[in-house]
């Protein structure tokens, strides 16, 4: 086995093991196979979520895309298969979560560019270890030593997670555009700070499967100065995308409407005749229309006048030319 080799040269601190996180609901490592079960625990009516489910709901497509590209670059940088799944997002307050993690463990943090915040990687031990010895070309099987990283082994596992977090900036392209900043990595949340005590963060954990069935599970951390520029930009997509449909619709309904074949009549002006009148005609009667040689009857769409034509011919058809109308003048019909 690779990772225990490294560790003899350069073995400092204290033996531990990485160890189930004590916060409820917070991720923890495991390399046991063993699969990740919910628990039941108490609601803390005086905890309130910063951040609505419903706007994190539209979160989780881009932590999927994250979860995938990250799954793909590790299986290429460790030359094993590896399969990423997302845990369900959790909001916690910085100081409740970081005393919550185990020490010594692996965090690594990076400044997203242009917000301004941090978010940082959770790696603990046995994950780290597994990672390591996937990168030396072992194959994940074996006891690894409960102890701190050794700098060499830290080195490995800080050029794995920079280039999973460097899929960060691509999978948030589509809603605002960001870049991964420099990484720093430390054994302990008491030297890694990314928000303020009470700030909440959101904490969104990953189960990882790699090689022949091991298994681990790590987490990222939003705090909210980070989270909440990539939700409004998330809340001006939707409304631009809410516009565009609703003009896509009305286009679609002009245009169709514009089709429909609609029946028009050309028509003298009405006149007004007696019973008697109406009763005594017969073949040859002239009735006097009242108007003018040259004046312009009606072109009708039902009741509606739509404008006023000339009788005229297009060849050998009758037609009529438009002399008035809204659109324009000498149209011919």
């Given at each position: 086995m690779v990772a225990g080799v490294l560790g003899s040269a350069e073995q400092v601190g204290v033996a531990h093991g990485g160890e189930v996180d004590g916060l409820p609901g917070a991720p923890g490592g495991q390399h046991d196979g063993e699969n990740v079960r919910g628990e039941v625990r108490l609601y803390d009516f005086?905890?309130?979520?910063?951040?609505?489910?419903?706007?994190?709901?539209?979160?989780?497509?881009?932590?999927?895309?994250?979860?995938?590209?990250?799954?793909?670059?590790?299986?290429?940088?460790?030359?094993?298969?590896?399969?990423?799944?997302?845990?369900?997002?959790?909001?916690?307050?910085?100081?409740?979560?970081?005393?919550?993690?185990?020490?010594?463990?692996?965090?690594?943090?990076?400044?997203?560019?242009?917000?301004?915040?941090?978010?940082?990687?959770?790696?603990?031990?046995?994950?780290?270890?597994?990672?390591?010895?996937?990168?030396?070309?072992?194959?994940?099987?074996?006891?690894f030593p409960a102890r701190p990283l050794t700098e060499i082994e830290q080195k490995v596992v800080s050029?794995?997670?920079?280039?999973?977090l460097s899929e960060i900036g691509p999978s948030l392209s589509p809603v605002i555009p960001v870049q991964v900043g420099a990484l720093t990595q430390a054994a302990s949340a008491m030297f890694l700070q990314i928000a303020k005590p009470s700030e909440i963060c959101l904490v969104v954990p990953f189960s990882l499967e790699a090689g022949e069935g091991q298994t681990g599970a790590f987490s990222l951390t939003f705090p909210l100065n980070v989270m909440l520029p990539i939700l409004e930009a998330l809340d001006r997509l939707e409304v631009k995308e809410m516009t565009e449909d609703q003009g896509d619709s009305r286009k679609e309904v002009e245009s169709v409407l514009q089709e429909v074949p609609v029946d028009i009549a050309v028509s003298f002006p009405e006149i007004t005749?007696?019973?008697?009148?109406?009763?005594?005609?017969?073949?040859?009667?002239?009735?006097?229309?009242?108007?003018?040689?040259?004046?312009?009857?009606?072109?009708?769409?039902?009741?509606?006048?739509?404008?006023?034509?000339?009788p005229a011919s297009k060849g050998r058809r009758l037609a009529c030319i438009v002399v008035e109308s809204q659109e324009g003048r000498g149209l011919i019909l």
């Open positions: 005086h905890h309130q979520d910063a951040l609505d489910r419903a706007r994190l709901r539209r979160f989780y497509p881009l932590l999927e895309t994250l979860g995938h590209r990250m799954a793909a670059n590790l299986t290429t940088n460790l030359r094993v298969p590896v399969h990423i799944e997302i845990g369900e997002q959790e909001q916690y307050r910085w100081d409740e979560f970081s005393g919550s993690l185990p020490e010594p463990t692996f965090l690594a943090s990076a400044t997203l560019i242009p917000l301004g915040g941090r978010v940082m990687l959770h790696v603990p031990l046995d994950l780290a270890m597994l990672l390591v010895d996937f990168r030396l070309g072992g194959n994940g099987w074996g006891q050029d794995v997670v920079a280039m999973a005749l007696s019973s008697d009148q109406i009763l005594g005609l017969r073949p040859g009667n002239v009735i006097p229309l009242h108007r003018e040689q040259g004046e312009p009857l009606r072109l009708q769409a039902g009741d509606m006048t739509i404008c006023h034509v000339l």
